[in-house]
C-alpha cells in the first residue's frame, strides 16, 4: 500500500576540494551514509516493493546496551502461528466477473455528499473494480434515493426496476453497490432479489487490501481489519451448523451454543492477531531507535491512493528498484529509501499507504499503527494529483487522517505541499507559494522541489551550515566525513589546516567541540 543512487551524480554538486587559493576543483564523492541507515530498516536492510526484499548492509552504529533485540527461542512456532491466522476464505467471488455499479445518489439532506459529484464517485468505484485482476465493469448506473439508510436502500420501484434489468442481464455476475457498508441482512435480501453476489465498499477495498499485502504486518493487518465483517456474518447466519437455525442448542455437553463457539473463536483470534503485531510493531519500533540515533534525516511522503508518491520518490532518488503501478492501494506497507539533497546531505524517503475517502474505519484502525513510522519523521511531503477533478475533496481526505493519527503540531504545520502530474494541466501554477507544482514522470520543477525540501530539512532538524578550520594532520576531516555533511574543503598547504564546509546537527557540533577543542 517498496540499489541506491544519488539523485544527482557525482560531479553536478557545488562541493568541491580546494588545494590552495584558485586550484582546480574536483567533485567529493557522495556519502555511503543511507546504507548505514537503511541497514536500520531490517535485518535485510532496505525492504523492497513488497516489503520483503534484501537491501544492502552496513556496519552501522549498533543498538545500546540492553537493546539489541533476541530472536525468540519459538520464533518458528510464532511464524507458524502467524501463518495460520493468515488462512481465511475468499471474501468475493473468484474467477472472472463482469460488475454492475450502482452508486446511489442522495440529492438533498444530510446525507448528501459535500464536495464531490456523483460522477466522480463512479469513477473511483470503477477504478477500485478494475484494480480486481479479472474484473470489468458491465455496466454503471446512478440512482436517485431518497432513503439510503433503508434496509433495501431504494424504493420498491427502483427496486424492481433494478431487479428486472439486472436479471435480464446474463453477462453481470455480481452487483457492486457504491456503499461504504452493507449491512448482512440487507446484503443477503439484495442477493435474494437480484440473483448475483452483492459487494460493497468495505468488501472490495479490504480485498484489495488483501490482495496487495506482502509483509507479515500489512497480512495481520489486513486479517485484523476483517474481523468486524466476520462478527456480522456471525450475527446474521442461522448460527447453527446444520443450517436450521438453533443457535442456543449447546455442543457436544459443552454448555456453549454454536454461536458462542463462533464468537470466541472469533475472539482468540483477535487476540492472537494483535499479539503478533504487537511483536513487530516492538520490533519496528527498536529499528526506529537506531535510524533515529544514526541522525538521518526522514521524509514522510503521504499522499491521495494513486496521487504518484512512489513515482516521485523513484524520480528524487534515481532507485531503480522502485517500480510504482497505476492501480489503488498498490503500496501497503512503509518502504525506505535513500536519496541525496542539493547540500550532498543524505536523508530517506518513506513511501506510505494511499488514503482514500470513506476508507472503513476498521481499515483505518489497523493500518494506524504502520503510520506510526510519520510521526517519527522530520518533514511530511503531502502529494496530490491535482489532474484529478476531486482533487480538493482528496487533500480534504489526507489531512483529516493526518490528524487523526495525533501527530506533533509542528509537524503538520511544517507540511510541504507537492502538486504533482501538472503536465496533465496544461499552464498550470499553484495559487500560493506554499506548493510547488512538479510532473514526477517528466522531471519537471525537480530542482526547485529537491531545493525547498532541503530548505525545510534544515530547519526541520536544526542543522546548520558551518565552515570550520581543522588540522590536516589531525582526524578532524574524517570524523566530519564520517558524522556531517561535508560539502567543501578549502585546503591551505602552508598553514597545515583546512577551512571545511559543511552541514551538521547540534548534537554533531557539540561532539566535534567536546572532542577536538580551539
Known amino acids: 500500500m517498496w540499489a541506491l543512487r544519488a539523485a544527482v551524480r557525482p560531479g553536478t554538486w557545488l562541493s568541491r576540494v580546494v588545494f590552495g587559493r584558485g586550484a582546480p576543483r574536483a567533485a567529493l564523492p557522495l556519502p555511503a551514509c543511507p546504507h548505514r541507515a537503511l541497514a536500520a530498516f531490517g535485518p535485510g536492510g532496505l525492504k523492497g516493493r513488497g516489503g520483503e526484499g534484501r537491501g544492502p548492509r552496513a556496519d552501522g552504529p549498533r543498538s ?26 475468499p471474501l468475493l467471488p473468484v474467477g472472472t466477473q463482469r460488475v454492475c455499479l450502482i452508486h446511489p445518489e442522495v440529492k438533498r439532506g444530510p446525507g448528501k455528499p459535500q464536495l464531490t459529484r456523483a460522477e ?26 431518497k432513503t439510503p439508510d433503508g434496509k433495501l436502500i431504494f424504493g420498491r420501484g427502483t427496486l424492481e426496476n433494478l431487479t428486472e434489468k439486472i436479471r435480464g442481464s446474463p453477462e453481470i455476475t455480481a452487483v457492486f453497490l457504491n456503499v461504504e457498508r452493507l449491512a448482512t441482512p440487507t446484503k443477503k435480501d ?35 481489519a476483517e474481523l468486524p465483517l466476520l462478527r456480522s456474518h456471525l450475527k446474521s447466519s442461522t448460527a447453527h451448523p446444520d443450517g436450521r437455525g438453533g443457535g442456543s442448542r449447546y455442543i457436544m455437553g459443552s ?61 528524487l532518488t534515481d532507485d531503480d528498484a522502485v517500480q510504482p503501478r497505476d492501480q489503488l492501494f498498490a503500496t501497503l506497507d512503509v518502504t525506505a529509501h535513500a536519496g541525496w539533497l542539493p547540500s550532498r546531505m543524505a536523508v530517506i524517503y518513506m513511501d506510505t499507504i494511499g488514503f482514500l475517502s470513506q476508507l472503513p474505519h476498521s481499515l483505518i484502525e489497523s493500518f494506524s499503527a504502520t503510520l506510526e513510522d510519520v510521526a517519527h519523521s522530520d518533514l511530511i511531503v503531502h502529494v496530490r494529483d491535482v489532474s484529478h477533478p476531486e482533487t480538493e475533496l482528496q487533500k480534504a481526505s489526507v489531512l483529516s487522517t493526518l490528524r487523526g493519527l495525533h501527530l506533533p503540531a509542528p509537524l503538520l504545520d511544517s507540511v510541504l505541499e507537492v502538486h504533482n502530474k501538472v503536465d496533465l494541466v496544461p499552464g498550470y501554477s499553484p495559487a500560493g507559494p ?30 546548520r551550515v558551518l565552515t570550520l578550520r581543522v588540522r590536516l594532520a589531525g582526524t578532524q576531516l574524517s570524523w566530519l566525513h564520517r ?36
Request: with cysteine; hydrophobic share 40%.
Open 434 to 463: 506554499q506548493a510547488v507544482a512538479v510532473s514526477a514522470v517528466l522531471g519537471h520543477g525537480l530542482p526547485e522541489l529537491r531545493a525547498r525540501l532541503e530548505d525545510a530539512v534544515l530547519r526541520a532538524t536544526g542543522r
Open 64 to 89: 545500546r546496551a540492553g537493546e539489541e533485540e533476541e530472536e525468540p527461542e519459538d520464533a518458528e512456532e510464532e511464524e507458524a502461528e502467524e501463518e495460520e491466522l493468515l488462512r481465511r476464505d
Open 483 to 518: 558524522e556531517a555533511t561535508v560539502q567543501e574543503v578549502d585546503v591551505i598547504p602552508e598553514a597545515g589546516v583546512a577551512d571545511v564546509r559543511v552541514v551538521i546537527s547540534s548534537s554533531a557540533y557539540g561532539k566535534f567541540r567536546k572532542l577536538f577543542p580551539e
Open 255 to 315: 454448555g456453549e451454543s454454536f454461536m458462542q463457539l463462533q464468537q470466541r473463536l472469533l475472539k482468540e483470534k483477535e487476540i492472537k492477531i494483535r499479539k503478533a503485531l504487537e511483536r513487530l510493531r516492538k520490533k519496528r519500533r527498536l529499528l526506529g531507535k537506531q535510524r533515529r540515533r544514526q541522525e538521518f534525516p526522514v521524509i514522510s511522503v503521504v499522499g491521495y491512493t494513486n496521487c504518484g508518491k512512489t513515482t516521485l520518490i523513484k524520480a
Open 120 to 145: 466522480w464517485q463512479v469513477a473511483e468505484a470503477e477504478a477500485l473494480v478494475h484494480t480486481l485482476d479479472g474484473w470489468s465493469v458491465a455496466d454503471r448506473m446512478v440512482v436517485p434515493t
Open 190 to 224: 439484495l442477493e435474494a432479489t437480484w440473483g448475483v453476489p452483492v459487494l460493497d465498499r468495505f468488501t472490495v477495498v479490504l480485498h484489495i487490501f488483501r490482495c496487495n499485502a506482502r509483509s507479515r504486518e500489512a497480512r495481520l493487518q489486513v486479517a485484523l
